[in-house]
């Protein structure tokens, strides 16, 4: 626990999961990054969930943390421009416990430690990992052999989109968590065989993986959170 004996705060923790995480490389559709700042307080448990959701964060609060680190936030594209509905309902679970929020998209999916697809790719016991498909600039995939030497392409959330290019690549079965009918539909018309194993159940894994090394890191208790 390399900083036990030290204060650990929110930029402390933030400023260390950006540089892992490497999320200045991410061209994103989601606003990465410290999302909503918390009160300042000393962090000294840090909860984790796949989505930033009203739920996740009172669950959190709840929980004794300081901080969330989530893989959805509340912030995409633009930022937030009006702060109603569930959007309010989230950000004033925050504010009421003064909870942190940080967020990492893309970044989490793609990193070849903590990432959602190299780990989901891990725990389908797949060898010989390489990277594959490119979303809005961003290679975030993974192609790698199972113990009989079949080729499978694996993209978390929902990547229906890359199954036509994972049968280009010569994968024999391709793993997302979910497509939308027109998606499917391009799938089968290609001959490519897919497997939606759940976009929540296929993004737990890249927070679940930076727990033991933010716990290791700073010395805090870490916590997941089920959203």
Known sequence: MKNANKKTTVAAVAAWLDRELKVGEFDDVSNNGVQISGDGRKVTTVAFAVDASAKSVRAAAASGAQMLVVHHGISWGGGIRRISGGVYNVIKAAMDSGLAVY???????????????????????????????????????????????????????????????????????????????????????????????????TETFGVKALMPAVQKRFGVKTIFIDS
Not at 123 to 129: A, D, I, M, N, S
Not at 141 to 167: D, M, R, Y
């Open 103 to 201: 967020a990492s998209h893309l970044p989490l999916d793609a990193n070849e430690k903590y990432g959602n697809n190299f780990n989901l790719a891990r725990y389908l016991g797949l060898k010989k990992l390489r990277r594959a498909f490119s979303y809005h600039g961003n290679v975030i995939g993974v192609i790698g052999e199972n113990a009989q030497g079949v080729k499978v392409g694996v993209c978390s959330g929902g990547a229906g989109s890359f199954a036509e290019e994972a049968k280009e690549l010569g994968c024999e079965l391709y793993v997302t968590g979910e497509a939308d009918w027109g998606e499917q539909i391009a799938a089968e018309n290609a001959g490519a065989k897919m497997i939606l194993a759940g976009h929540y159940e």
